[in-house]
Nanobody, 122 residues
């Protein structure tokens, strides 16, 4: 599994971005995909996750109703649609893959992408 996150950029508050997490391997569909973010000076935090089938989705409270996680196993790609962005959403966003993730700490995610920077201006 080799994850490549993309789609970050600079956007004004209230705007939207769609992040992508592409895998060049052949086992993408076997993994739960999670999105995490880390703001400057803060610890990494869970954003959202989606099971291998797409049947189970979790969202962190700060992003509920604004962010939507999805995946297309035929394209080996997961997405994070981010709407109504806020300055506090500014962070480096990482995607990760795991067979059996443990909660929302990041444990159990075996593979991590390199991160993509999202900056939301006020």
């Amino acid at each position: 599994v080799q994850l490549q996150a993309s789609g970050g950029g600079l956007v004004q508050a209230g705007g939207s971005l769609r992040l992508s997490c592409a895998d060049s391997g052949r086992t993408f569909r076997s993994y739960t995909i999670g999105w995490f973010r880390q703001a400057p000076g803060k610890e990494r935090e869970f954003v959202a996750s989606i099971s291998w089938s797409g049947g189970s989705i979790s969202n962190a409270d700060p992003v509920k109703g604004r962010f939507t996680i999805s995946r297309d196993n035929a394209k080996n790609t997961a997405y994070l649609q981010m709407n109504r962005l806020r300055p506090e959403d500014t962070a480096v966003y990482y995607c990760a893959a795991g067979v059996s993730p443990l909660g929302y700490s990041g444990r159990g995610y075996d593979y991590w992408g390199q991160g993509t920077l999202v900056t939301v201006s006020s």
